[in-house]
């Protein structure tokens, strides 16, 4: 680092206390596609001199293989590290890199312009102070840089530099400069930006990068690293109220008992009283511990264990705050989110949310509207789709602890996680709690379902029928309905047909509607199960999601899943409503095993496979299932 060299050589201590005592600024650049992204990033490594002379050769021998500026060193292979980024020319990955100055130390996130990589932007701008938006001089405003700084308003960046690229590939032109700002400020007048500067740069030349260029005499702002250096993003974030979310209980002996995690907000100090949620519990800190030893006071990122003078029940998932302004906590939100998966977002499937330190069940129970990013205007939609962006009303298997995106990034965000396989859906802020999750509250009654269960004779169970149309799915359960009737079991069947004229008319057979289909069913078998009877469900039900978050609603051993194994041949062979012969004419979409898929189960507790078995003798395998594990617990020869 030239800029402290002479420190360095002087009084090494000086040097290190300097560096210790710098404030750091995180930032991201952004925009559409070939904007010049990594190119000005390498310019601000390289002219900080931040850059190995092995390093140097390297980009140099790499510039005359996979450059991109034909006798010039490429300076954005510094960042596109990625094999498939120098080949194609393009950032695909987020790629973090450090440089520091005699004010500042940055770290900066190199997002990836494509549009199939928008995820990848709105992870790196989770974390930034700043985005730097990259516009080609060229081509100005595109729908891709109106996403990005859509992206960045949301995820909670105040701070904008629009840097207008490529300016000496026009003389740079003045009047393009104007017509691009004019054009810029149009587009971002109602997103939530505290300010916004224009800055006409080259990152290949380095004008207004880090020495203002004489070529745009006309431009009288501060270049791009003064305006870092100085933008000033650190006090909302100290002033904010305390946050410590539990990550982990620090018990390494009898004689110590800590609470670890990193501060999300504000500070903490020894002998401050705080509060924890969602117990309401009260103590006041007794130490700071961090991995230098014991504090007086800490703030925010940083890693701590606390103590406290009283013995209280904390566990991971809980957060410590500051008494004055304790977080709120509940089960259902309103939440803006950005959608990150090929597979699209269906309203009623269950996925799993995590925040700063806790996994919890949740559904997205109503997709409100889809977000226009060119007008920001409502768009009504079922689903959400590949980098879309919407506002979703979401249920929580629990209560959480959280504020608001807008007051706090770090307990207000949210991703979600598919739970089959584990993958990052999608990226959510919450905006505020329902206001009906803190009205309605579960009203306990004097009957409940195991007296209700008893008083029948029986196990609730839910024999939850699953298959292809025309497998025998509702005469099976109709033939168990039966003969559980006749030995005097109290029974109900829910068949897919049926619910159909009445709860669930208003669905139709599109993804989406079989997801909360299936929903609004495992909500109503919950019910009888909780009336004590032994439910049937004859339902295609073709997503193994949906019948796992069915399971999941239910205690232990309440629900059987059985497969009427039945080959799409045989089926359609028996096809007596004739709705196979319609869908391979085209008449019916969305029809199971024909243009929509079914998901064999992979773990059922009985499988039928009516080929080889009657209808009765399947009825009479599934209840000796039942009798044999007890369900049936009273019955007699007798009935």
Known sequence: MAHLDSLIATDIQA?????????????????????????????????????????????????????????????????????????????????YRFFSTDKRKFIVADTPGHVQYTRNMATGASTADVAILLIDARYGVQEQTRRHAYIASLLGIRHVVVAINKMDLNGFDQSVYNDIEVDFRKFAKDLDFKDIICVPISALDGDNVIQRSDRSGWYQGPTLLSYLENVDVEQQSLEAPFRLPVQWVNRPNLDFRGFSGTIAAGVINQGDEIIVTPSGKRSRVKEIVTFDGNRKTAREDMAVTLTLEDEIDISRGDMICGTDAPAEQADQFQANIIWMDENKLFPGRQYLLKTTNSNTPARVTTLKHRIDINDFSEVAAKTLELN?????????????????????????????????????????????????????????????????????????????????????????????DKQLQAIGKHTYTLD?????????????????????????????????????????????????????????????????????????EVAEARDVKGLYARARAGEIKNFTGIDSEYQSPENAEISVNTVDMSADEAAKMIVNYLLERGYLENHTDEH
């Open 15 to 95: 040097y290190l206390q300097a560096q210790e005592n710098k404030s750091y600024l995180r930032f991201i650049t952004c925009g559409s596609v070939d904007d010049g992204k990594s190119t000005l990033i390498g310019r601000l490594l390289y002219d900080s001199k931040l850059i190995y002379e092995d390093q140097l050769a390297s980009i140099e021998k790499d510039s005359k293989k996979s450059g991109t500026q034909g006798d010039k060193m490429d300076l954005a292979l510094l960042v596109d590290g990625l094999a498939a980024e120098r080949e194609q020319g393009i950032t695909i990955d987020v790629a």
């Open 388 to 480: 879309e962006i919407g506002v979703v009303n979401i249920s929580l298997s629990k209560p959480i602890a959280f504020d608001s995106y807008k007051n706090n990034r770090h307990t207000g965000a949210f991703i979600l996680i598919d739970r089959q396989t584990n993958a990052t859906v999608g990226a959510g802020m919450l905006n505020f709690a329902l206001r009906r999750a803190q009205n309605v509250v579960w009203q306990d009654m004097a009957t409940d379902k195991t007296a209700r269960a008893k008083q029948k004779g029986q196990k609730p169970a839910l024999l939850w029928f699953t298959g292809l149309s025309g497998s025998g799915k509702s005469t099976i359960a109709n033939l168990v």
């Open 496 to 568: 897919g047909d049926n619910v159909r004229h009445g709860l669930n008319r208003d669905l139709g057979f599109t993804k989406a509607d079989r997801v909360e289909n299936i929903r609004r069913i495992g909500e109503v078998s919950k019910l009888m199960l909780d009336a004590g009877l032994i439910t049937m469900a004859a339902f295609i039900s073709p997503y193994r999601a949906e019948r796992q978050s069915i399971r999941e609603l239910l205690s232990d051993d309440e629900f059987i899943e059985i497969f009427v194994d039945t080959p799409l």
